[in-house]
């Protein structure tokens, strides 16, 4: 890169990519993240008695967001307020965090990243860090892809050619019942 490096940007480029900057607590990750714990917990709970009459063998399922009616078992009800109230304590305490970088060395970090000037990247060997000029950086891989040793470009988009050879194959799969209806619609790409 033709951009000279401050002794701070430097210290900081000698980190490596590898390293991670402490991470600032997330309120709404947190709660999305018990959110779903306590579904998981209440789906167990609520088919933990029940006969299953229907088996699916289907080797695909689409994701639910089904959502059990409020649990039978008052510890799940116990386990949620309890880790509920707790997650509320931990955002209304004013917990001191200590981070590793030093207040210059994040100031440094986000003007690194906000410059669009430069690229920063993991060099291909050696895992050394590697500045380049976005200009340079743009023009080899214009370079690269223009080599027509390697790369030859399309007359037009295949997508649709493609997605009308996998719909083919799925529905001859579906017909010779190698597939049930329900993996072919799970396997079918409805907007590629």
């Known amino acids: 890169s033709d951009r000279q490096l401050c002794s701070e940007e430097v210290q900081l480029r000698e980190k490596h990519l590898s390293f991670n900057p402490t991470p600032r607590y997330n309120a709404f990750n947190t709660r999305v993240d018990l959110f779903k714990l306590i579904r998981k917990l209440r789906i167990i709970d609520f088919f933990s008695n029940k006969t299953i009459t229907q088996i699916d063998n289907s080797i695909v399922k ?11 078992n008052p510890l799940i009800t116990a386990f949620e307020s309890v880790v509920l109230r707790d997650v509320e304590k931990l955002e209304n305490t004013k917990k001191q965090t ?4 030093t207040k210059q060395e994040k100031i440094t970090l986000d003007t690194l990243k906000n410059d669009m000037e430069i690229i920063i990247k993991p060099a291909d060997k050696g895992g050394a860090t590697v500045i380049m000029n976005t200009e340079d950086y ?7 892809l223009n080599d027509r040793n390697f790369y030859i470009p399309l007359k037009k988009d ?8 996998t719909d083919n194959v799925l529905k001859l799969a579906h017909e010779k019942e190698y597939l049930t209806s329900k993996e072919t619609d799970f396997l079918r790409v409805q907007h590629p």
Not at 138 to 144: A, F, G, S
């Open 98 to 101: 200590f981070f590793n970088l």
């Open 158 to 165: 295949p997508t649709i050619s493609i997605k009308n050879e």
């Open 62 to 72: 689409r994701d639910s967001n089904w959502i059990p009616p409020i649990p039978q």
């Open 138 to 144: 743009v023009k080899e891989v214009n370079r690269q």
